[in-house]
């Protein structure tokens, strides 16, 4: 079993920045590949950065260049450093833990961007 707990979010203005915490206890973490997915009022939940056991990340086309995704497996802990914030970044955003066939979701932790 893995707990995942996310900390970090919040609101900030447009063009701020806020940066998401995920520890993970529990877990062989640093062989799994960890996500950031966010889900917005009435949408369907989306990822937003995925980084694997071995360091290689990837974004989705609508956060690459302000998102960035880290890990610390010594501390068992994702990251998502959230730039250049826009109204539309709003979401409750969601860590995911996903190792062979193995997958746990966080509990999430709303970002509210206002205009």
């Known amino acids: 079993q893995v707990h995942l707990v996310e900390s970090g979010g919040g609101l900030v203005q447009a063009g701020g920045s806020l940066r998401l915490s995920c520890a993970a206890s529990?877990?062989?973490?640093?062989?799994?590949?960890m996500s950031w997915y966010r889900q917005a009022p009435g949408n369907q939940r989306e990822l937003a950065a995925t980084?694997?056991?071995?360091?290689?990340?990837t974004y989705a086309d609508s956060v690459k260049g302000r998102f960035a995704i880290s890990r610390d497996n010594a501390k068992n802990t994702v990251y998502l450093q959230m730039n250049s914030l826009k109204p539309d970044d709003t979401a409750v955003y969601y860590c995911?833990?996903?190792?062979?066939?193995?997958?746990?979701w966080g509990q999430g932790t709303q970002v509210t961007v206002s205009s």
């Open positions: 995911n833990y996903r190792l062979y066939n193995s997958e746990y």
């Open positions: 529990g877990s062989i973490f640093r062989s799994a590949a």
């Open positions: 980084i694997t056991n071995g360091g290689r990340t």
